[in-house]
């Protein structure tokens, strides 16, 4: 590496000199500062060939002096305040070092388990909070070719309100049906659903509270769909919907908790012991 490095250097020598900083010989000068033999090690790497090692040191020492050319050319330009950075870098390390000590705390400290009961508590106090911003269904649909010969079977399923069989309809769509949903138990977003059906609505909300079946055809496909529930925007958000919500709000109390009970913790034990003054 060493004899590498003395052949990559050979192409500078006409511009090298010795100096007396301990890191080598001098590579590059911009002004008043220098760039050093010692400050390229490990730039130039075994295997790389002597015209790359070459190019490699020469593209950096240009960086460098790049580099150095524009540093000087800002301090010329911008005033004492603007490039007194000694307080910015206090402020950061202060700051870096309250983050790193509070997130080690909360690790430590922090009780992270929210029963259901606590998140129902919170909900109910705070259904105001908690208003819908879309119309929401629970929705089943499947998707068939236009001439199939089970679209019978499946409107059987799906017309009747007093009829629904999950199970076997899931049994029935998996041979069948080209595309289906069948989730009656979590909401999902009207204008979700009609990106997945055809569905021609000016005003949803007259849609929804008139509609429960719906059969289309849109060749070369057939579409049928069951709205089993919805909630209209505006309504109070479902509990379900808000759940890791809420989770994280209490979650996010109990830390801010945490740490004011920290900060005055640490307060009044140096007020005990006369840690401080204030003059």
């Given amino acids: 590496m ?6 990559v250097f050979a192409f ?33 790497t075994a295997g790389i060939s002597k015209p790359d090692s070459i190019m490699l040191v020469k593209r950096f020492i240009d960086n460098w002096i790049r580099k150095q050319l524009l540093i000087r050319q800002a301090e010329k330009n911008l005033t004492a305040a603007q490039t007194e950075f000694r307080k910015k870098l206090e402020d950061y390390r202060i700051s870096l070092l309250i983050y790193t ?9 922090l009780d992270t388990l929210v029963t259901d009961t606590e998140i129902a508590a919170y909900y109910d106090n705070n259904k105001q909070n908690f208003e819908l911003r879309h119309n929401l269904v629970k929705a089943i649909y499947v998707i068939l070719p236009i001439d199939s010969e089970m679209k019978p079977a499946f409107k059987e399923f799906l017309a009747d309100p007093d009829t629904l069989l999950l199970d076997s309809l899931d049994l029935l769509a998996s041979s069948h049906a080209l595309s289906y949903y069948n989730d009656t138990l979590n909401w999902i977003r009207f204008d979700d659903l009609i990106m997945q059906v055809p569905l021609e609505v000016l005003n949803q909300e007259a849609f929804l509270k008139s509609k429960q079946y719906v059969e289309i055809d849109d060749p070369p496909f057939s579409y049928l769909l069951r709205v089993e ?3 209209l925007s505006e309504s109070t958000s479902p509990l379900e919907i808000e759940y ?11 830390r801010q908790k945490l740490l004011r009970e920290t900060q005055n913790g640490l307060y009044e034990q140096a007020l005990r012991q006369k840690a401080f003054e204030i003059y």
């Fill in 229 to 231: 529930d919805y909630l």
């Fill in 12 to 44: 500078l020598a006409s511009c090298t000199s010795v100096n007396e900083s301990g890191k080598g010989e001098v590579v590059a000068r911009v002004y008043g500062n220098y760039l050093y033999e010692a400050d390229l090690e490990g730039l130039v």
């Fill in 244 to 254: 890791e919500n809420i989770r994280n709000i209490l979650l996010n109390q109990r």
């Fill in 2 to 7: 060493r004899l590498l490095l003395l052949v």
């Fill in 101 to 109: 000590y509070e997130t080690e705390l909360i690790k430590e400290k």
